[in-house]
């Protein structure tokens, strides 16, 4: 491997002129800088950018922690941060969490975070814990917060970026309530860690707030228990409309991605259930994928240039070694071609005969006459 020295031996110059060179950081003679020049071109030298780091006390890189590859709206936010974050000459490390059972992030997670020496962690995600978050924190590293719910004991040394779901998830229901729907279902984010119908998870309270601004009830048939995957996305959509589990399903369906509410609305399809006429789909956050279904998605969402932007600007303001920030943004409303009012008298949804569930299960049983 080419090194400093090599660079040195050619050029006829000592070491340190060919780091003033490379560093441009002290005067060296024209003479001397063509020659450093030539014997870099001839040699092929590339500097090593950890020892340079390691004399600067910085990285360099930009750790963004997300929680799931599924996810098309942070692609979209991703996009953007990466290329503000190569123009103010950082680069970015995209880190997929390490989750236990409990959608948590595992603790050898965090001790690789911490051991990377970051210039700054972007937690993208709700799957570190208030004592995880805050142990990142004292352990040095520059942490700024994407805030989807409630915490209450974080180190202030952490910066928070907070999207204003529960005030936008609030606005798009009570659209769909204005427009005469009153039996609306929310299918909250995958592998949320906290309970998923806890006022602490702000697009829940949000949908919480409409309710309760027009005095509707919580209805636990709209809303599921448990979905960990897009299979039981789908099996739930089925049973919701099956008549003799549902007797009055839902005109409206409320779902966190993009990528689940184009997996309800696949569902939808099979069904044989029309969109928006005999049920209308929103979705709680905006991608480019909310463009492409067939109809395309009414959301609300942040603009993920902006937020990009904004985020950038945060992190440095940490790498400088300036005080944390909090700061809000607000989410736009996308009206698109899935909502409807409500059909005045709705048909009974008939279920495909043939039609296996997800899990498995038979959903239309043959009757005697059809067995003789």
């Excluded at 000592?14 to 040699?43: F, G, T």
């Excluded at 698109?336 to 005969?353: D, G, I, N, Q, T």
């Amino acid at each position: 491997m080419v090194t400093r020295n090599d660079v040195a031996r050619l050029a006829k110059v000592s070491p340190a002129v060919v780091s003033y060179v490379i560093n441009n950081s002290n005067y060296v003679s024209e003479e001397k800088r063509q020659a450093v020049l030539a014997a870099i071109e001839k040699l092929n030298y590339i500097p090593n950018q950890n020892a340079k780091n390691l004399r600067q006390g910085r990285t360099h890189m930009i750790a963004v922690v997300r929680g799931s590859q599924q996810n098309d709206m942070f692609n979209d936010l991703l996009f953007y941060l990466e290329n503000i974050a190569n123009s103010r000459g950082y680069h970015i490390a995209l880190i997929t969490v390490l989750k236990t059972k409990d959608y948590y992030a595992t603790e050898d997670f965090v001790d690789t975070l911490i051991s990377r020496h970051y210039d700054a962690v972007f937690v993208a995600n709700s799957s570190l814990t208030e004592q995880q978050l805050n142990r990142l924190s004292k352990s040095g590293a520059k942490v700024l917060l994407f805030v989807t719910r409630d915490y209450y004991i974080l180190d202030s040394s952490i910066s928070r970026i907070v999207p204003h779901y529960r005030m936008g998830v609030k606005n798009i229901v009570n659209r769909l309530i204005e427009l005469g729907h009153r039996r609306i279902s929310i299918l909250p984010n995958l592998s949320y860690p906290k309970d998923q119908h806890s006022v602490s998870n702000h697009r829940f309270a949000g949908y919480m707030d409409a309710l309760m601004d027009h005095q509707l009830a919580l209805n636990m048939q709209y809303v599921p228990s448990s979905c960990q995957n897009l299979s039981d996305v789908a099996d739930f959509v089925y049973r919701m409309f099956d008549p003799s589990v549902t007797p009055d399903p839902p005109t409206a369906i409320c779902a966190d991605e993009p990528f689940v509410v184009a997996t309800v609305l696949k569902q939808l399809v099979s069904m044989g259930i029309r969109v928006p006429e005999e049920v209308s789909l929103v979705c709680f956050s905006n991608s480019t994928l909310a463009t492409v279904t067939t109809p395309e998605l009414t959301a609300v969402g942040f603009d993920p240039n902006e937020f990009a932007s904004v985020s950038m600007e945060m992190m440095e303001n940490l790498i400088n070694g300036n005080s944390s920030q909090t700061r809000i943004i607000d989410l736009n409303y996308y009206k698109r071609s899935s909502v409807a009012p409500p059909p005045s008298r709705r048909p009974k949804a008939k279920l495909p005969e043939t039609y296996q569930s997800h899990s498995g299960r038979s959903a239309a049983e043959p009757s005697k006459e059809e067995l003789q």
